[in-house]
């Protein structure tokens, strides 16, 4: 079965940085597209970062130019860069698989992030 572990969140202060990891494991990796989500308090869960299959890359508009998001196919992991981290990015961050036809989405458990001083 599929499984994604997150791990790297962690309480930081307002500009800081935080690297963010997912292990992925059950599947056939390279062909899914892969993606961070977060999810803050009162908030709908939102896109934050993906990469695709073929490396292309989509960002939220609030996170272009400070977050960065990578894939090693071998090692199964998706990374997520976070730069100049602000308050209100502060919540649970989720990575995802997605199957190359976007029909099936996994989750993993979620990683917390808090952006405080």
């Known amino acids: 079965q599929v499984q994604l572990v997150e791990s790297g969140g962690d309480l930081v202060e307002p500009g800081g940085s935080l690297r963010l990891s997912c292990q992925a494991s059950?599947?056939?990796?390279?062909?899914?597209?892969l993606s961070w989500h977060r999810q803050s308090p009162g908030n709908q869960r939102e896109l934050v970062a993906e990469?695709?299959?073929?490396?292309?890359?989509i960002f939220a508009d609030s996170v272009k130019d400070r977050f960065t998001i990578s894939r090693d196919n071998a090692a199964k992991t998706v990374t997520l860069q976070m730069n100049r981290l602000k308050p209100e990015e502060t919540g649970v961050y989720y990575c995802?698989?997605?199957?190359?036809?976007?029909?099936?989405?996994?989750w993993g458990q979620g990683t917390q992030v808090a952006v405080s001083s």
């Open positions: 059950g599947l056939t990796f390279i062909p899914y597209h």
């Open positions: 990469i695709t299959s073929n490396y292309s890359t």
């Open positions: 995802s698989v997605q199957t190359p036809n976007r029909i099936r989405t996994f």
